[in-house]
């Protein structure tokens, strides 16, 4: 788990490290979940190098300054 500030927000993901010529895999989580949830299907890809992150307001990310709306 690590995290970075994005747009004056703090930011969590999580990243996993395989194999250094694999591709990397990016998971985006859906409507009130996190990044947590992609744990066990990252541990069956341990040779790719494996992001997930939890979207502001989600899991240990900050919550936005403003409201989500449609567009968002």
Same mark, same amino acid.
């Given at each position: ?5 994005? @747009?004056?927000?703090?930011? @969590?993901?999580?990243?996993? %490290?395989?194999? %250094? ?12 979940? +996190? ?8 541990? +069956?890809?341990?040779?790719? @190098? ?14 936005? @300054? ?7």
């Amino acid at each position: 788990q690590k995290q970075v500030i994005i @747009n004056g927000m703090l930011i @969590n993901y999580y990243f996993r %490290t395989g194999d %250094t010529q694999a591709p990397v895999l990016l998971f985006l989580h859906g409507w009130r979940s +996190e990044g947590k949830i992609w744990q066990k299907v990252i541990g +069956e890809l341990s040779k790719y @190098n494996s992001y997930s992150i939890d979207f502001p307001g989600f899991g240990q990310s900050d919550l936005p @300054n403003k409201d989500f709306q449609l567009q968002d």
